[in-house]
């Protein structure tokens, strides 16, 4: 179990319910950072008492540094401020709930500071698998996944040598237009979008269930995590969501992680990992669960994901450019400047357009991601 924690990106969902779980285990918090909500952020640290706080956009850092002026709360700023909480010798683990390429430097920084990674931010491993999970292992660094899906797959891992499995079934509820047609989501609000049926989450995650992109970068997430190529991996449709992945093992055996569709547990255990304690989620009763049910996913109607698994294939900057070009079409999506059905025309027209570089370093792979961005912006807003 570790010592202390630093959360970075504390005021989204993930942030706000892994300050909930810390302080219901007891875990101290050394440091969190958050981008620009700074009265959440006030509350958060006035409660829990960190010794560092950053805030990223500059002007709300100075404003936050005076409302926090009668504390001994040490304020810092920008994308160094994110690398000192990430690095800081009272934290021994690093959240990464982070949304977006920013994650991407204060990971490496703390992986460098030998920090187990708690990882929630999923464009580290998009954008830069290859780096991060070579320099992870180089300083021996622990990444413990907190995506329900990867930690579900670490779970069914756990004292397994690598040679025991033969395929990830990598599970997915389908999100709430599961079986619709392209046809049909024409005219869906970013309203109709947001409500998952199973998972409560941050608006961009939930429309990227509905796409499923989500689980298109899932895919090349779990690639990265476990070692493994996009031939190992399978996509399966649970819509219950109460398995939350599987692997198989060579001799056939399928071995499952289920709970209760709660991010606060995968949150838990990548805190207290290898250890685990009671928490505070309620449980799963066979009794009253119906049925579990399975089905194949259908790529036509979510081309997302057959668009992730390609890019998977491709390599390279590949995926970093798709989730980039995703992210800036879903925010446009979500202040009602682009069609839902644009996001995946946004996507796949900037793979197409911006290139793939090969191989890249961490420079090529945020200009590529900058790329994307303003190539979805010059031709997709309206
Ligand atoms: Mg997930």
Redesign the pocket.
Known sequence: MVKSISVLGCTGSIGRQTIAVAEHIGMPVAALTANRKIDLLEEQARRLHPKFVAVYDEQAAKQFKIAVADTDIQVGSGIEGLIRAATMEETDCVVTAVSGAVGLKPTLAAIDGKKRIALANKETLVCAGDIVMARAAEKGAEIVPV???HSAIFQCLMGREKGELRKILLTGSGGPFRGKARAELEDVTPEQAVKHPNWSMGAKISVDSATMM?KGL?FVEAMHLFGVTPDDIQVVIHPQSVIHSMVELVDGTVIAQLGVPDMGLPIQLALTYPQRCPSMFSRLDFTTLQSLSFEAPDYEKTPCLKLAMDCARMGGTAPCVMSAANEVAVGLFLRHQLGYNRIYDAAASAVEKVGVVQNPDLETILAADAAARAYVLENFSK
């Open positions: 995506d329900s899906e989500n899932e």
